[in-house]
């Protein structure tokens, strides 16, 4: 398949005329990836024939429904029960049949899921409410492993690190003021990794290192998981970065950077350098009957860190009123800069994730009074 070259575009969600005038009266400083890589070209905008994937029936969802794709075997995500108390649940959804199971529902209206994960194996799954993360046992009831750490920081959605696979079972999470925790769910045991952590960001593929943020989100530590040494990592930069665009991988910490005028980079605090992955549309011109909209929260790493996903949301419209929409989910190869084109559905792709493998893609759809589904495309 050919590569698809992807439009350069403004920020999220707004659409019309209102999308174009936000992108005229903002400012930022854009600039060219440090080694000199530039993003992909821009070409118009087409609305194309929809190419969904494989559906998966999820039950009822939200705009705001999360999915971790970790287990080989299954996907978990969040949902609504359905009836009168319209309580989240989390839920995981058997890749291959479809068959959907209950893995926990919140005991109020107004309690959400933080975060959650599974290891690989499937045989153990992990998740945050209401400030404490629990283990979540097979036909039985759930095991309460520490109350976590609460200082947050800002756009932060991934709180816990389910390790790789030398650590089938282990989960990493932090606790107040600063320490950084191994549960084992085998052993139901316990144990200090370190200090001078305040949140666990993210583990390496190896299960070997935790990466850990300050609350002030600008600095980091890597923590080596066997020896609980810690050393400090670069300091992140850019306009914008959130936790669920960093990545501990074999090139070390990378983060996605994001401005304004939709320049995007994947920058790598180990030795400084950035790559383009979408070229900026800083002083483009404007088409305000054709609306692309890159949405610079779907970001999504494969777990080999070598390719990201994403979405743009297209409007087409006609004067003031927008006549049809589209969102369309692209993939990009760190190694090679292609980015290429992976689904065409005709509503907003929501929460993106890779499989284990890096070989297929989940992601989640909605529209404002219709119902929401979950597709798996093949890694373009």
């Known amino acids: 398949m050919a590569p698809t070259t992807v439009p350069v575009t403004g920020l999220p969600r707004p659409r019309g005329v209102l999308a174009g005038l936000l992108r005229i009266t903002m400012l930022a400083a854009c600039s060219r990836g440090a080694d000199g890589v530039n993003g992909p070209a821009r070409a118009a905008s087409a609305f194309l024939p929809e190419r969904t994937g494989q559906r998966l029936e999820a039950g009822v969802l939200t705009p705001n429904t999360l999915l971790r794709w970790d287990s080989d075997g299954e996907i978990l995500y969040t949902g609504l029960d359905g009836g009168n108390t319209n309580r989240a649940q989390l839920r995981a959804i058997h890749v291959a049949t479809g068959a959907r199971r209950l893995i926990d529902s919140a005991p109020t209206r107004e309690t959400q899921y933080g975060d959650f994960g599974m290891s690989r194996d499937g045989l153990h799954t992990f998740f945050q409410l209401s400030g404490a993360l629990y283990y979540a046992v097979p036909d039985s009831a759930q095991v309460l492993i520490a109350l976590v750490a609460q200082r947050y920081l800002p756009g932060d959605t991934r709180r816990i690190s389910v390790l790789g696979a030398l650590a089938s079972g282990k989960v990493a999470y932090s606790t107040a003021p600063d320490s950084a925790w ?199």
Not at 204 to 224: E, K, N, Y
Not at 327 to 340: I, Y
């Open 182 to 380: 191994i549960f084992d769910a085998p052993t139901r045991t316990q144990r200090l990794v370190s200090t001078g952590c305040e949140s666990v960001a993210a583990a390496s593929p190896d299960g070997r290192q935790l990466l850990c943020l300050a609350t002030s989100g600008a600095t980091g530590s890597i923590i080596d998981i066997a020896s609980g040494a810690r050393s400090p990592t670069a300091a992140f930069s850019g306009p914008s970065f959130d936790i669920p665009k960093i990545l501990s991988g074999p090139r070390g910490v990378e983060h996605i950077r994001t401005s304004p005028f939709e320049l995007t980079d994947i920058v790598n605090l180990s030795t400084g350098t950035a790559i383009t992955m979408i070229a900026s549309k800083e002083d483009k011109y404007l088409d305000f009957t054709n609306i692309d909209n890159l949405d610079r929260y779907s970001f999504a790493w494969s777990k080999d860190g070598s390719r990201v996903a994403y979405s743009r949301d297209l409007c087409y419209a006609r004067g003031f009123t927008c006549e049809r929409t589209q969102s369309q989910l692209h993939v990009f190869n760190v190694d090679t800069k292609e980015t290429r084109l992976a689904a065409v559905i005709n509503r907003d792709i929501g929460s993106i994730a890779f499989s284990p493998d890096g070989s297929r893609i989940a992601y989640l759809t909605y529209a404002a009074g219709a119902s929401s589904n979950m597709y798996i495309v093949p890694r373009p």
